[in-house]
């Protein structure tokens, strides 16, 4: 009895650990997407474009053989492909 109670402790301490790692990524996410958010809005009410702006927007610059350029920007961004 005493084994079993102990292995559904434990199952339950590697379900909080999960949990809370999941949470942890959530939390970076928000985080992200507020800044993505941010620099949106400077942008809209007229802000400047700047290197740190950019960075926070685009998430990769692709640049293929044929010197065809495709800018992936943030999940959270919208209006950029």
Same mark, same amino acid.
């Given at each position: 009895?005493?084994?079993?109670?102990?292995?559904?402790?434990? %199952?339950?301490? !590697?379900?909080?650990?999960?949990?809370?790692?999941?949470? =942890?990524?959530?939390?970076?996410?928000?985080? $992200? *997407?507020?800044?993505?958010? !941010?620099?949106? &809005? *400077?942008?809209?009410? %007229? %802000?400047?474009?700047?290197?740190?702006?950019?960075? =926070?927007?685009?998430? =990769?610059?692709?640049?293929?053989?044929? $010197? &065809?350029? &495709?800018?992936?920007? %943030?999940?959270?961004? =919208?209006?950029?492909?």
């Amino acid at each position: 009895m005493k084994a079993d109670y102990e292995a559904k402790i434990t %199952g339950c301490m !590697d379900e909080i650990a999960a949990l809370e790692t999941a949470l =942890r990524e959530l939390e970076a996410e928000a985080v $992200k *997407q507020a800044g993505w958010s !941010d620099g949106i &809005t *400077q942008l809209n009410s %007229g %802000g400047e474009l700047t290197a740190e702006l950019i960075n =926070r927007l685009v998430e =990769r610059i692709e640049i293929a053989p044929d $010197k &065809t350029v &495709t800018v992936i920007c %943030g999940e959270g961004v =919208r209006g950029c492909a």
